[in-house]
């Protein structure tokens, strides 16, 4: 059984995030982040592992999945404002329903997702430690 509040170790989650640099830029590797990076909360350390070189081993395998000619979808690129595309997000806290905080962007809602219980805003209410 796993702890549901259990954060992922740092190295876990930095490494998910760099074989995933694999990807191109752009709306499918945040996606794909944010949603592999996910899925390591509440893992034990070596569960983290597991999943961790899984990550690293298929990286070049999601690529070739999120870059093949039949799943390519057009993204009109120029309705993101200009400083958004230039990674100048204007991040604001959001809530959830729940009362969870998070940061999205003003002008595109781009979400970020390092805002945690360290975060500056992490003390802003909804996000307890475990």
Known sequence: MTSA?????????SVTRAAL???PPGGARDRWQQELISELYGLSAGQQVR?????????????????????IIEENIMRKPIR???H??????ASTEDGSR???CRRCGKEDPGLGAGHWAGSLG?????
């Open 5 to 13: 509040g259990r954060r992922p170790a740092w190295w876990s989650a």
């Open 21 to 23: 640099h694999a990807i």
């Open 51 to 71: 999943h961790t070189l899984g990550v690293v081993t298929r990286a070049p395998a999601l690529r070739a999945a999120v870059t093949g000619r039949d799943r």
């Open 84 to 86: 958004c595309r230039l």
């Open 88 to 93: 100048l997000h204007k991040f604001l806290v």
């Open 102 to 104: 998070f940061l999205r």
């Open 126 to 130: 909804g996000g307890g430690s475990a």
